[in-house]
């Protein structure tokens, strides 16, 4: 059997909000793959903010392991990019390709950041967003690559800001998402949104069809994820489910076939000991994943009986560690803070709203547990009530026990240094747009 492909399809900011998973964001493409393929209907990224979530999935590691406490083009970096996975499938003779957005280095183009990336060639999109990005990976399919190939085909697409609805995204007939009310603006909100959803599923049919044209699709692993939830109040940069909970499907070669759909819990970390096993790869001894293969042969109906997620600094510093099993989730703050840390979540009229009604003035708890069987959207804290002692004290020592297994960087003491020369802004602020202090000046 000869080696397989890799194509890497990766948006920004959609969660699970997308047609395979229930709801009413029309994703004919998506939705053909999955039905294609393998979709994983409990899978989560290992941090809710842009780079920590993808360092970690192409590292195989959390993301405060890699190195990855921040955002990439505020200055942050990993501690090694010797261990993105690009590198790893170099040594086993793969050409690799970059399409679009990344996230795990500065938005740069030079050679020297690709190089430092692993890759060994970048297509011409002209931008990020995804017609051009399509297009690009489109035409490069087409041209009969060599093989064994990884393709990473980043959109901008779900980010914001959104275009105005148009006539296919009604705001009168939209559900906003779950942690919102139902108002004229959450309804807008997400319509606009859901015409950037419809942007990538397009996308994604165009690469998909480029691999059907060219009888690459027999022998090649299609992963389409996201890097975490929505940019709505409450859902990105959050560790509820709205905010870790992320699309994940696979189709390809070995079992990712069949319409399959997983209920088994997944990391994003689990992806690149994956890959290793498909590969027959050996493992790199940094890898804190685990191969999701038996969930795949039907061998066990699961492979994580707990994952756990992380935020140290967004836009602004906001600590904060979570662990999830099937029945709870235990989110822990650090750093003593109890107010919303506004500049972290994006400018936006739900965010408007939530503002006009006094969430500035919320106050935040320092742990957080929830029972995701009789509350599965986490809005009943129940850490401080007694008759549930029991699995606090379980989770926050699962949550302890990771802290410690991983050297996290919050054991050391508080504040975690940013950078020298990254941009953090104020968390007594309100938007990530106003500006940030540079570290070090």
């Given amino acids: 059997m000869p080696p397989m492909n890799i194509i890497y399809i990766h948006s920004h900011d959609t969660g699970r909000y997308i047609q395979p998973y229930g ?51 505020r200055g942050f970096s990993l501690k090694d990019y010797n261990q993105h996975i690009v590198h790893t499938l170099k040594k086993a003779g793969y050409h690799s390709v970059l399409c679009g957005m990344q996230h795990e280095i500065g938005f740069s183009r030079n050679p020297d950041a690709l190089a430092k990336l692993g890759y060994h060639e970048r297509l011409d999109a002209g931008d990020n967003m995804a017609a051009g990005v399509a297009g690009a990976a ?8 060599k093989q064994p190939f990884f393709l990473s085909v980043g959109f901008t697409e779900t980010h914001r800001d959104f275009p105005p609805a148009g006539p296919f995204e009604d705001e009168r007939y939209t559900l906003p998402p779950a942690p919102l009310p139902d108002t004229p603006e959450t309804r807008r909100d997400m319509a606009e949104f859901k015409i950037t959803a419809r942007r990538f599923d397009s996308a994604v049919g165009f690469v998909m069809g480029a691999l059907d044209d060219t009888g690459l699709a027999q022998n090649t692993l299609v992963i389409c994820t996201t890097d975490h939830g929505i940019a ?23 079992g990712f076939a069949g319409g399959k759909v997983i209920d088994g ?8 000991p994956t890959i290793c096993e498909l590969l027959g790869l050996s493992r790199p001894a940094w890898l804190r994943g685990k191969s999701i293969m038996p969930l795949i042969t039907g061998q066990s109906q699961d492979v994580n009986d707990e994952i756990f997620s992380e935020v140290t600094y967004h836009a602004a510093y906001e600590p904060m560690r979570a662990v999830r099993t099937k029945r709870w989730k235990y989110i822990r703050r650090f750093g003593g803070r109890t107010a919303p840390v506004l500049p972290n979540c994006d400018d936006s ?46 989770m ?23 950078p020298a020369g990254s941009q953090v802004n104020d968390p007594d602020g309100i938007s990530p747009r106003e500006p940030a202090k540079t570290i070090g000046e």
């Fill in 265 to 272: 819990m997944v990391s994003q970390i689990d992806v690149f």
């Fill in 349 to 394: 009229l739900s965010k408007t709203l939530w503002m006009d009604n006094g969430w500035r003035n919320r106050q935040l708890p320092h742990e957080q547990l929830f029972d995701l069987v009789f509350d599965p959207n986490e809005t009943a804290n129940l850490a401080g009530d007694p008759a549930y002692s029991k699995p606090l004290a379980e």
């Fill in 396 to 418: 926050s020592k699962r949550l302890d026990d990771w802290m410690k297994r991983t050297d996290d960087p919050l054991l050391k003491g508080e504040p975690v240094p940013a």
């Fill in 23 to 73: 709801h009413a964001v029309p994703a004919p493409n998506i939705q053909k793959l999955a039905e294609q393929g393998v979709l994983f209907r409990q899978a989560f990224c290992a941090g809710p903010t842009c780079s920590a979530s993808r360092a970690a999935l192409l590292t195989g590691q959390c993301a405060h392991s890699a190195g990855m406490i921040g955002l990439a083009h």
């Fill in 232 to 254: 709505f109040p409450g859902m990105k940069c959050n560790l509820t489910d709205h905010g870790i909970g992320v699309m994940l499907i696979m189709r390809g070669p070995r």
């Fill in 138 to 145: 489109h035409q490069w399919l087409k041209k009969s690559p």
